[in-house]
């Protein structure tokens, strides 16, 4: 069965420092999605992408939140700057295929620990 | 008031019962509705999808989604204990490229 697959799974990071998480959807969807989950909450969107670019983002998605699909199997979300609070479980999603094709793929998830 | 609600939980209940999930919602422009289960520290994994109004089953899972009350169940036939997981409920307003509004998650243990 096709899946979304997410790169690293854990990620340990200084505050202030960079990251790129990295992900690549099922290969015949065409939107993609970012979402987080900080430990004890919600399932959170983050922004989805559509024939290269932003189609809808969230109050969550400020400056400090890029994506890019640099080529055509990947789907990146770079964090500038990290901050405590940036920790979380961030998944990346997939769905919209060429035929009928309902719901959203999630990846397994990277863990990003902001210390 | 809060988009989407559901009740966390904890659900304990023994295996082969009946199992009933909800949400509510207070945006009546939803229109795509989903069921997410999901194991701890995993993605959620898709359930059931509904459109609208009405009723879809397959295998021991039934969802149900009335528009006029802004409410939707998951029901779990004969349950087991590998259905031990968290229940997320979610809709959006388009079948794709929009955001999915999450409920908080229900989690259900099953013991055998």
């Known amino acids: 069965e096709p899946e979304v697959t997410q790169t690293p799974s854990h990620q340990v990071t200084q505050m202030g420092q960079e990251v790129i998480l990295r992900c690549v959807p099922i290969s015949n969807h065409l939107y993609f999605y970012w979402y987080r989950q900080i430990l004890g909450q919600k399932v959170e969107f983050l922004v989805s992408f559509y024939n290269n670019e932003i189609s809808e983002k969230s109050e969550i998605f400020d400056d400090q939140f890029s994506v890019e699909r640099p080529d055509g199997s990947n789907f990146t979300l770079k964090i500038r700057s990290t901050k405590l609070e940036d920790s979380a479980m961030y998944f990346c999603?997939?769905?919209?295929?060429?035929?009928?094709?309902?719901?959203?793929?999630f990846g397994s998830g990277t863990r990003l620990t902001v210390v | 008031q809060k988009e989407v609600e559901q009740d966390p939980g904890p659900l304990s209940v023994p295996e082969g019962a009946i199992v009933s999930l909800n949400c509510t919602y207070s945006?009546?422009?939803?229109?795509?509705f989903m069921w997410y289960r999901q194991y701890s520290r995993k993605g959620p994994e898709l359930l059931m999808y509904t459109y609208s109004s009405g009723n879809k089953e397959d295998g021991r899972f039934t969802a149900q989604v009335d528009k006029s009350s802004k409410y939707i169940s998951l029901f779990i036939r004969d349950s087991q204990p590998s259905d031990s997981a968290t229940y997320l409920c979610?809709?959006?307003?388009?079948?794709?490229?929009?955001?999915?509004?999450f409920g908080k998650g229900t989690t259900l243990s099953v013991s055998s």
């Open positions: 979610a809709m959006s307003y388009y079948q794709a490229g929009t955001a999915l509004i």
């Open positions: 999603a997939s769905s919209g295929g060429g035929e009928v094709d309902y719901g959203y793929t």
């Open positions: 945006n009546s422009a939803f229109q795509y």
